[in-house]
């Protein structure tokens, strides 16, 4: 089984988030990668928004910590942990641009970046950046095969609908074999697109139910990864309730669980860690 985080601090999500977060820093988000590390978990995650309308930050929460920012920083504190954007939007960068600055990170890394790619919801965002909104999924497809383009060469050429490039040097660059890519969203075209063009896909706000359902309904090839989150578990005063919780997200197909954990400080959260490693049964460095 493998576990990952849904990381603490750098993402706050209203009716989510603990007090103990609002004044934590880099201290104490290095000290909970290095257990993490330590203990045998899988990832962690960063999200993406550049700036969120104060009326929706009520809602989506407003504190997001750059992921290429963090995880630079993260990469130096921690030996094989990998970094899982959570997830970038494709529309507000050059497939070019994620090429350069993630592969530079896989390259400072080790080798050790997974990017989760999502096409976008937040208009307001859009309209900020000043890049279209209408037309976005198209255009993410695009990007999404002009990124894989750019793996493997420091002179990548792509031409397609929306993105073409050719005759330009990139480097560092992500390697032959690239990133893994997972594919974020909640509808089944945010599955099939998944399916056609990444490694993997994360959904959200989808019950387990509808999960297997959607599953069941395509045909996903050899070593595609399906990416499940977990409500908050507390392994430490309810082991049952997060072993459930567990077995629950890979009865609905998971191949990899995001674990959110509940917590009352940094220290409480690791040594929550150490009790979820256990019940998951990771393998320790």
Known sequence: MRVGLATPIVTRLPGVVSDWEATAGPAELARIAQA???LGFAHLTCSEHVAVPTPIAAERGGTYWDPLSTFGFLAGQTQRIRFFTQVLVLGYHHPLEIAKRYGTL???SGGRVTLGLGVGSLKEEFELLEVPFAGRGARADDAIRALRASFGTAEPEYSGDHYSFGGMQVDPHPSAAGMPLWIGGQTPRSLQR?????????????GRRQVREMLD?????SGFDVVLATPPLDPIGDPDGATRAL???????ATVINAAVRATSADNYVAALESLAQLAELETA
């Open 36 to 38: 993490a590390d330590r």
């Open 194 to 206: 998944a399916v056609e063009l990444g490694d993997g896909w994360t959904p959200f706000a989808l």
């Open 106 to 108: 896989d390259l400072v």
């Open 217 to 221: 309904a395509v045909s996903p090839p």
């Open 247 to 253: 077995n629950n997200a890979v009865g609905a197909g």
